[in-house]
């Protein structure tokens, strides 16, 4: 168990103490993400409360065969008696959410991120949890909530794509351990490896392709780019192009690899991968954060070129 006592019995009597509860994540939602959200709200209300995901953002197609996706809407409330943050440590994070983590009564965040600038009545942050998945299996069952098959579904999601399918290096035997019990619950794995792994349309991969074929090897580093016109010409998502920075990190040779996308209004957000090398310091130097071994950052320029010069300087001094 990673979360002590004091907090596991401070966040039980927030929770007993709200009427209303809101849970809210960060932009551009991942597995992790949606996983610990729509997980952690289910058993809430199966622990009798009154629930809300805040939904604010586009969710990819690869992720749209998880359960509960219908309470992930935009369509939440100014302000909550407690407002769960989670997978998120930082304020920005939460886009245009911040306005309710401000109004809202008591706040929590729970991540796993290195970082935790975030203002609130209760931090539960522990870098060394590979997913916060893996957190909110612990409260869970450390405060006594119901854990039903739908549950266990999203943990389980969470914890296989923030751990790259149990390969990162922070994976423990803690991990291995909680997602045998999901599994006990009723997590369908073969189901949650099928849609995650076993499903890419061809469009993707075409897409995934050009990206790869015009990455730009600098010795032991990579860069790739990913445009909003090369989402265009494939039809897919900018949300697609996400695994593109693993599979450039696992080439041999490689130490660290580095893919910018391009999301228009003049944000560019970089993603980074790497082996042996810690790139969490220059992500939290850019205004970002995460993993050693896999963290990212936002440029803001006026140009795709101009932002791409940038971070390949960025890749370069690392």
């Keep these: 168990m990673i979360i002590s006592n004091e907090n596991i019995e401070k966040l039980k009597n927030l929770i ?26 289910r058993a809430l209300r199966n622990y009798g409360k ?8 586009a969710i990819d197609n ?3 065969f998880l359960p509960d996706l219908e309470f992930y809407e935009n369509n939440y409330k100014d302000s909550y008696d407690l407002l769960l943050i989670l997978d998120a440590s930082e304020i920005d994070r939460i886009g245009d959410a911040q306005s309710v983590a401000v109004n809202s009564k008591k706040t929590a965040v729970i991540d796993h991120h290195l970082g935790g600038k975030i203002t609130s009545d209760l931090n539960i942050i522990h870098p060394e949890a590979p997913a916060t998945c893996q957190l909110i299996y612990e409260i869970i069952q450390r405060i006594g909530m119901p854990l039903d098959e739908k549950t266990a579904n999203l943990l389980f999601t969470g914890i296989v794509t923030d751990t790259g399918r149990f390969m990162y290096y922070d994976t423990n035997r803690e991990t291995f351990e909680i997602a045998g019990k999901l599994l006990d619950a009723g997590a369908d794995k073969e189901n949650i490896y099928s ?15 050009d990206l790869i074929a015009n990455a730009e ?25 996400e695994h593109i920075v693993n599979i450039l990190r ?10 910018v996308k391009e999301y228009g209004n003049g944000e560019y957000k970089v993603s980074m991968r790497s082996k042996g090398i810690d790139i969490s310091k220059t992500a939290r130097e850019n205004g970002g954060g995460g993993h050693a071994n896999a ?24």
């Design 62 to 64: 690869y992720l749209k």
């Design 16 to 41: 007993d103490g709200a009427n209303i509860i809101g849970v809210v994540s960060h932009v551009n939602p991942d597995g992790d993400n949606l996983g610990s959200s729509l997980g952690f709200a």
């Design 217 to 241: 090897f600098m010795g032991d580093r990579v860069f790739a780019l990913a445009s909003i016109e090369k989402v265009d010409q494939y039809g897919v998502q900018m949300g697609d192009s």
């Design 50 to 57: 009154d629930t809300e995901v805040v939904g604010h953002d």
């Design 250 to 259: 696992d080439l041999e040779g490689i130490s660290i690899s580095m893919l």
């Design 195 to 209: 849609a995650l792994y076993q499903n890419k349309p061809i469009d993707v991969l075409k897409f995934e392709t």
């Design 295 to 318: 963290s990212g950052f936002s440029i803001f320029d006026d140009s795709l070129e101009s932002a791409a010069a940038k971070a390949r300087v960025i890749l370069q001094n690392i």
